[in-house]
């Protein structure tokens, strides 16, 4: 007798699994439809993930020739030490002398005094 009521239980729930499984394979296949419908408007458009097609990323601006530097920091991004911080640092040209002397991110301005040395 448990054998029958097991085999009658496993055949209820077999029924009720497949008609919701059915129901949301329903669902979920219109939303996949759908969601691959507008991909493919947009992709029609010219658009493929919402930015205009062949831009590249922005380039920063550079100040101008011209232009005298008055503020220089000795941090990660700096690449050339201008003129005026090697002459207030007595002759030091690099960027490691001076981080190594007055530490990161040590900030020189023109016509100040020098940064307190590390």
Same mark, same amino acid.
């Given at each position: 007798?448990?054998?029958?009521?097991?085999?009658?239980?496993?055949?209820?729930?077999?029924?009720?699994?497949r008609?919701?499984?059915?129901?949301a394979?329903? +669902?979920?296949a219109s +939303?996949?439809?759908?969601?691959?419908a507008?991909e493919?408007?947009r992709?029609?458009? *010219?658009?493929?993930n919402g930015?205009?097609?062949?831009?590249?990323?922005?380039?920063a601006?550079?100040?101008?020739r *011209?232009?005298?530097?008055?503020?220089?920091?000795a941090?990660?991004?700096?690449r050339?030490?201008?003129?005026f911080?090697?002459?207030l640092?007595g002759?030091?040209?690099?960027?490691?002398?001076i981080?190594?002397?007055?530490?990161?991110?040590?900030v020189?301005?023109? *016509?100040?005094?020098?940064p307190?040395?590390?």
């Amino acid at each position: 007798m448990p054998r029958a009521a097991a085999t009658f239980l496993d055949a209820v729930i077999d029924d009720a699994v497949r008609d919701v499984l059915a129901r949301a394979a329903k +669902s979920i296949a219109s +939303s996949i439809a759908d969601l691959a419908a507008a991909e493919v408007r947009r992709q029609l458009a *010219g658009k493929s993930n919402g930015r205009a097609p062949g831009r590249g990323a922005r380039r920063a601006r550079r100040r101008p020739r *011209g232009e005298e530097i008055t503020k220089w920091v000795a941090d990660n991004r700096a690449r050339r030490v201008p003129k005026f911080v090697i002459e207030l640092t007595g002759g030091l040209d690099t960027k490691k002398r001076i981080v190594a002397k007055y530490g990161a991110n040590a900030v020189f301005e023109k *016509g100040k005094h020098l940064p307190k040395p590390a």
